[in-house]
């Protein structure tokens, strides 16, 4: 049986210098988690930077951290092994206001409650790239033990997948629910998806209940026009410019052709419009204009 250890020690690392870390977050940030390590690694990597103080203990004492997942399914999916480079006090304040933690924020990431923590600064080292997403391991018994070390657990390999599996594949856009700022991080396999599709969506405010329906049919189709709505929060329409966009949630009501006529598509939003009552004309939290 192959372990852990002995990819380590194959890639020339001694497991008992290396932390390994199974990350199962808050969870707000759950479901969005796997891509942002596949996809997103600045963030991914400011997320593990800090850590309670008693890991904070064991970080101390090795030069290398290897880090998993835990996904839905209870499976321990790898995504790196990052050697240490420095460790130094950083404050809360400066934790809050670096960008990185102000896009993992809008995604449902909590910030510590301590006044200070260390801050790690990790390298991921190449040798074990090939291996992101698609290695999975079993973590045993001890779920509740975020970091382990690989001389004292053996970590089996349970299977090797051919692809990177962090990105589930979206199997349809219909069941997509989305705020803003999963939008601006959104996977690149499911931005090429959605924007293969013109459609009718729908945005919900979430603190009242107010909804807009719109159309997509650009050049990128509905990916073009959510991502508008996730640089300006309000993609040009009138009412929306009055909201908090952190509030809006964005769903497809009705998929239609790449090459659906324009025409064709404007007469599926007005019969969306009518039936939803989004016209402030129709309904006092209706969102469209027209």
């Known amino acids: 049986m192959l372990v852990f250890g002995d990819l380590l020690i194959k890639c020339g690392l001694t497991p008992a210098d290396v932390n390994v870390i199974r990350h199962r977050t808050e969870i707000s940030l759950r479901s969005r988690f796997p891509w942002i390590a596949s996809e997103k690694p600045e963030l991914f990597e400011y997320y593990q930077s800090t850590q ?18 835990g996904l839905e399914n209870g499976e321990t999916i790898f995504v790196g092994v990052y050697r240490k480079r420095s460790a130094t006090r950083l404050s809360k304040k400066d934790f809050e206001a670096d960008e990185r933690f ?3 924020s809008a995604l449902g990431c909590l910030s510590y409650p301590e006044e200070e923590r260390l801050y790690f600064d990790f390298e991921e080292l190449e040798d074990f790239r090939i291996y992101k997403g698609r290695l999975f ?7 509740r033990s975020f970091i382990q070390v690989p001389d004292r657990q053996k970590f089996p390999i349970t299977r090797l997948s051919a692809e990177n599996e962090l990105v589930a594949e979206l ?3 219909g069941e997509l629910m989305l705020s803003v700022a999963d939008i601006r991080e959104l996977p690149m396999t499911w931005r090429v998806r959605i924007s293969q599709w013109r459609g009718i969506y729908l945005i919900t405010d979430i603190s009242d209940g107010a909804r807009y329906v719109g159309a997509a049919y650009g050049s990128d189709n509905l990916w073009q026009r959510w991502s508008e709505y996730s640089i300006s929060g309000h993609g040009g329409d009138v009412l929306l410019k009055t909201r908090d966009a952190a509030n809006f949630r964005f769903s497809v009501l009705q998929l239609l052709s790449p090459t659906e006529e324009i025409d064709s ?7 969306w419009k009518r039936r939803l009552l ?3 004309a129709d309904w006092e939290f209706g969102l469209n204009a027209n």
């Open 52 to 69: 309670s103080p008693t890991r904070e203990r064991m970080l101390e004492r090795r030069s290398y951290l290897a880090s998993f997942v």
């Open 102 to 104: 102000q896009r993992l």
């Open 137 to 143: 391991i079993g973590w045993g018994e001890g779920h």
């Open 171 to 173: 199997s349809h856009p």
């Open 265 to 271: 598509v404007l007469a599926a939003e007005a019969g």
């Open 278 to 280: 989004t016209r402030r």
